[in-house]
């Protein structure tokens, strides 16, 4: 088993990653869980697979554990979700020493993560993440939120886990197109951070996409620990750790103004990440050669690279206005130099960033 850690003083956590490691997160919670209770959050699909092996785990090391399970998909990552989280879990007695286990992908995480940090003031939970894109991103770092109608991710925390407890084996039932979709955050870390991991992800797409434990053990480990040096340095989005948001201004824009319906949150990401880069081409920042390559790299693992054909770019911008690196109505985009070099850029003029929506 591989361990990360996410060096934050005294909230300090590790990342573990192994094969076949559900069975020992019981034992594991125990040791720093001194409540006799717990409840595991998951969707009744992840709950159905995997839910029953690690309440079966749970118990044996002595808790008193229940599963929460909430509907699946982006579009219920609500308050009225967190609501009912609520009422379960103190119709079941959980108090502040209690620990909640997340189950699932990104919008499980999500949602434990914000329950977490504002069910009686903050109780402890565990990251047990099922989808590759919540192991190579959001389990990891602390951010929680749920939605708003008007914008992606709105309400939220800063609020750490004790624990990311990553198990390889839970790809193997992952749905092939949410697989694809995942690997636009690894993507992401190659372009802001690592040419070399960059490369990886062009030289091993069969071994990526058959689910080959090595590849994608180093995958997940070398995007964990890109992400770990960011937030270590940066938890609250102070500064470096902006640049985790590349592709994300345009990408939370069209699943806002989707509904969160058409595209999965890594298919959108993939569409704003090839959207940015071209927004940096048009600006001088970057050249042509590696906006061809991003794009490339996108394509190659079939996600989406343009920008949809009948989307009204208003609604776009009015999302993108209310994004949270927006400073005084101006809006920051992060904008790739290079592969595995972004700059955060300001003061970009509206009529370039219409200009490239309109013709990405």
Same mark, same amino acid.
């Given at each position: 088993m591989k361990k990360i850690r996410v060096n934050l003083g005294d909230r300090s956590y590790d990342i573990c990653i192994g094969t076949k490691i559900l069975e020992r997160i019981g034992s594991k919670l125990k040791s720093f869980s001194s409540s006799p209770k717990a409840a595991i959050i998951s969707n009744p699909t992840i709950y159905r697979l995997y839910g029953?092996?690690?309440?079966?785990?749970i118990k044996s090391s002595g808790f008193d554990a229940i599963p929460v399970i909430i509907p699946d998909g982006e579009r219920y990552k609500d308050i009225s979700i967190?609501?009912?989280?609520?009422?379960?879990?103190?119709?079941?007695?959980?108090?502040?020493?209690? @620990?909640?286990? @997340?189950?699932?992908?990104?919008?499980?995480?999500?949602?434990?993560?914000?329950?977490?940090?504002?069910?009686?003031?903050?109780?402890?939970?565990?990251?047990?993440?099922?989808?590759?894109?919540?192991?190579?991103?959001?389990?990891?770092?602390?951010?929680?939120?749920?939605?708003?109608?008007?914008?992606?991710?709105?309400?939220?925390?800063?609020?750490?886990?004790?624990?990311?407890?990553?198990?390889?084996?839970?790809?193997?039932?992952?749905?092939?197109?949410?697989?694809?979709?995942?690997?636009?955050?690894?993507?992401?870390?190659?372009?802001?951070?690592?040419?070399?991991?960059?490369?990886?992800?062009?030289?091993?797409?069969e071994k990526i996409l058959s689910l080959n434990k090595k590849a994608l053990g180093y995958l997940i480990r070398r995007s964990c620990e890109i992400? @770990?040096?960011?937030?270590?340095?940066?938890?609250?989005?102070?500064?470096?750790?902006?640049?985790?948001?590349?592709?994300?201004?345009?990408?939370? @824009?069209?699943?806002?103004?989707?509904?969160?319906?058409?595209?999965?949150h890594g298919e959108a990401l993939a569409i704003g990440m090839h959207t940015e880069a071209r927004l940096a081409e048009k600006l001088g920042i970057v050249n042509e050669k590696s906006v061809r390559k991003i794009k490339s790299l996108i394509d190659s693992y079939c996600l989406p690279s343009e920008m949809p054909s009948k989307i009204d770019v208003n609604p776009l911008l009015a999302s993108m206005q209310l994004d949270k690196k927006t400073v005084a109505g101006e809006l920051n985009f992060i904008l790739?130099?290079?592969?595995?070099?972004?700059?955060?850029?300001?003061?970009?003029?509206g009529r370039i960033i219409r200009e490239t929506l309109k013709t990405s």
């Open positions: 029953k092996k690690v309440l079966a785990s967190v609501q009912k989280i609520y009422g379960e879990l103190l119709k079941h007695g959980l108090d502040r020493k209690s @620990a909640l286990i @997340a189950l699932g992908g990104g919008v499980i995480g999500d949602i434990t993560g914000f329950v977490a940090s504002t069910y009686m003031r903050g109780i402890d939970y565990i990251q047990i993440p099922t989808t590759l894109l919540a192991q190579v991103d959001s389990s990891v770092g602390g951010k929680t939120g749920v939605n708003h109608k008007l914008g992606k991710n709105m309400i939220g925390t800063f609020y750490q886990p004790k624990l990311v407890w990553i198990d390889i084996d839970t790809l193997k039932t992952l749905p092939k197109r949410e697989l694809r979709a995942g690997l636009a955050e690894a993507i992401k870390y190659g372009v802001i951070w690592d040419s070399k991991l960059f490369k990886f992800l062009e030289e091993n797409k992400k @770990a040096a960011v937030v270590s340095k940066d938890e609250r989005e102070s500064g470096l750790r902006a640049i985790l948001n590349y592709g994300h201004t345009i990408g939370h @824009a069209i699943e806002t103004a989707t509904g969160y319906k058409k595209y999965l790739p130099e290079r592969i595995g070099k972004v700059r955060i850029q300001k003061g970009i003029k």
